[in-house]
């Protein structure tokens, strides 16, 4: 039988809730063991947060990287798609966390703008929660642009990377 009350839960979740919003965190997730067969399992999330985030947080990268590759193009580049994440070819975070476009640090970029891809070829790798997961290239063909930067934060959906 358990000892623990629906009233400590119940501030446990407000003090959970509290912390997603003071560290502007757009999900937390907890289990709480009380015994053998007794556990609590919370999920707490902050579904506004990911939509008006995940925008902004790739616009910055989107024009610098037209400009770094070639300076002339970036003006016609930028008027041809305003967002990112509305390009037919976009590739975006299928999750949230850490963007890495190499294995492992001072290793070669997994892709790199003019590669040519083929379907499911890992493109970059996101943590979340401690794992690596790859990300495989939806499609074959060339990457036009990468829209991240290596260690780069992202939300669900935020654009990666352009595959025409």
Do not use: W
Not at 19 to 41: A, I, P
């Amino acid at each position: 039988m358990s000892k623990h009350s629906p009233d400590a839960d119940v501030a446990f979740i407000s003090a959970l809730a509290e912390l997603l919003n003071k560290n502007e965190l757009t999900e937390l997730s907890v289990k709480r063991e009380y015994g053998e067969d007794d556990s609590l399992e919370v999920r707490v999330v902050k579904q506004a947060n990911v939509v008006t985030v995940a925008a902004p947080v790739a616009a910055p990268v989107y024009a610098a990287a037209p400009a770094a590759a070639a300076p002339v193009a970036a003006p016609a580049a930028a008027a041809a798609t305003d967002d990112p994440a509305q390009h037919p070819g976009a590739v975006t975070s299928p999750m949230v966390g850490t963007c890495y476009l190499a294995a492992e640090p001072g290793a070669a970029a997994f892709v790199t703008v003019g590669a040519t891809v083929t379907e499911g070829q890992t493109v970059l790798i996101i943590e979340a929660m401690k794992t690596m997961n790859h990300i495989p290239a939806p499609r074959a063909g060339t990457v036009k642009r990468i829209l991240v930067e290596d260690g780069t934060p992202v939300e669900y959906g935020t654009p990666l990377l352009i595959i025409e």
